[in-house]
């Protein structure tokens, strides 16, 4: 197994506000190294000048690329060039920089929506560019699956020590509870919260209910990706996940019960199911040594707490 180490490294973080950022700057800050981190009036990641003249300035060793425009299915449908042309700037700016900044090792962060829509469960890291995707998170997946190549690129053409990895769906402390533009986890929360406080005898749910979903906790990918770093140095993605899922109709009964509401559940199928499923293959990252600790209710129990506690309603 490969060791690098991490042992007083100026280590900087893209996208240290965000949810995945965050939890990651956590962990990190538990160990011996160096953070970097910049706000958007200092680094504006979009912007190409921006990106290299901070890098120029701050010469970071390690680099994980946690920034990304992000969303849940109805933020992917609605602003498709936000989800495909941010995200390939962002990517492009902080890649070539290191590149061009000698940095040693950088973790780029894709997600599993980047996998083929019918593909094979649970999904192995080879299907990869094996089918069509999935019509809802396309224009995401498509600058996500640009990212992990510019990482292989520089890797095969250079030498570079680029890694990628990707996440299943995620969910945690300072993800994004709009009710609309959220992922799932964090709409249930929230709608299930206001049903509860407002006396409602019933819920929505988007869609059928029928499609499956595995979740990670964020704290367990931050904890996942301090891993990868120390231990993975090759050119293939790697899956980050539990390796088990749920449907959408459990996960929201599952909800509903953290939260304390006791009414019914009502499925609004106008909206879109997005995939069918997308159940990530874990056994090359739990051959390395690394596995999921937090549980669902667990983890969905905690970020209600966090979320009464930072007035996210
Ligand atoms: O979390 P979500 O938006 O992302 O939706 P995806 C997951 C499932 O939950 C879908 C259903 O089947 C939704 O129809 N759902 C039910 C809801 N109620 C709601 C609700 O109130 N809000 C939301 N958002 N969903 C994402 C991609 O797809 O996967 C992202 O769009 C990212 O780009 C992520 O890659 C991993 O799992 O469908």
């Not at 997600?111 to 019509?135: H, M, R």
């Not at 140095?233 to 449907?247: F, V």
Request: with cysteine.
């Amino acid at each position: 197994m490969v060791d690098f180490d991490l042992i007083n490294k100026s280590i900087f973080v893209a996208g240290h506000n965000g949810m995945v950022g965050s939890a990651i700057c956590r962990a990190l800050n538990k160990l011996p190294i160096s953070l970097l981190v910049a706000d958007k009036e200092e680094l504006d990641l979009i912007d190409e000048f921006s990106v290299k003249s901070w890098m120029n300035k701050n010469k970071p060793e390690v680099i994980v690329l946690a920034a990304a425009r992000v969303g849940g299915i109805y933020a992917n449908n609605s602003y498709p060039v936000d989800f495909l042309l941010n995200n390939l700037k962002i990517q492009n700016n902080v890649i070539e920089a290191a590149y061009e900044n000698k940095v040693e090792k950088l973790l780029f962060l894709g997600s599993s929506c980047i996998y083929p829509k019918w593909a094979g469960q649970p999904i192995k890291e080879e299907y990869l560019l094996t089918g069509e995707l999935e019509q809802t998170n396309q224009w995401y997946a498509i600058a996500k699956i640009a990212g992990l190549k510019l990482c292989q690129a520089y890797r095969k053409q250079y030498g570079c020590d680029f890694i990628s990895a990707m996440p299943t769906n995620l969910y945690g402390p300072n993800d994004n509870f709009h009710p609309l533009f959220s992922h799932v986890p964090a709409a249930l929360i929230r709608r299930f919260h206001e049903a509860k406080l407002s006396g409602y005898d019933n819920v929505g749910v988007w869609g059928t209910g029928n499609p499956r979903r595995e979740f990670l906790h964020v704290n367990d990918l931050a904890s996942a990706c301090i891993h990868l770093l120390k231990h993975y140095s090759e050119l293939e993605p790697i899956n980050i996940g539990t390796g088990e899922d749920i449907s959408i109709s459990s996960f929201a009964e599952l909800v509903s019960k953290v939260i304390g509401f006791n009414g019914s559940i009502v499925y609004d199928t106008k909206m879109p199911d997005g995939m069918k499923e997308k159940r990530l293959d874990v056994r090359k990252i739990n051959k390395i040594g690394w596995k999921a600790a937090i549980t669902l209710s667990d983890g969905l129990t905690s970020t209600y707490n966090w979320a009464l506690a930072n007035d996210i309603f």
